[in-house]
């Protein structure tokens, strides 16, 4: 089993930037992706961004050139650099692991764009 722990959430005006990290621990494989989705109020979760344990990694197209994935192999963990925040990026954001054929998800950390 893999477990997730998230931080890195949290209230920032329109225009700022978060980092959040997920960090892996558990039964590690070293062939894996990371990233995240995100679920807004009344909506459904949707994909934000991913990377693989090669590098390789994929934006939603709403997040592309404000966010940045990042991998430390090393230390199990994933980064998700957020930039240039707008009210419509508020949701909780989960962090997924996918190795072997299973997921392991967060317990997601909440993000608030806002004024």
């Known amino acids: 089993q893999v477990q997730l722990v998230e931080s890195g959430g949290g209230l920032v005006q329109p225009g700022g930037s978060l980092r959040l990290s997920c960090a892996a621990s558990?039964?590690?494989?070293?062939?894996?992706?990371m990233g995240w989705y995100r679920q807004a109020p009344g909506k459904q979760r949707e994909f934000v961004a991913g990377i693989t344990s090669g590098g390789s990694t994929h934006y939603t197209d709403s997040v592309k050139g404000r966010f940045t994935i990042s991998r430390d192999n090393a230390e199990n963990t994933a980064f998700l650099q957020m930039n240039n925040l707008k009210p419509e990026d508020t949701a909780v954001y989960y962090c997924y692991r996918n190795q072997e054929g299973t997921t392991s998800w967060g317990q997601g950390t909440q993000v608030t764009v806002s004024s």
């Open positions: 558990g039964t590690i494989f070293s062939i894996y992706s």
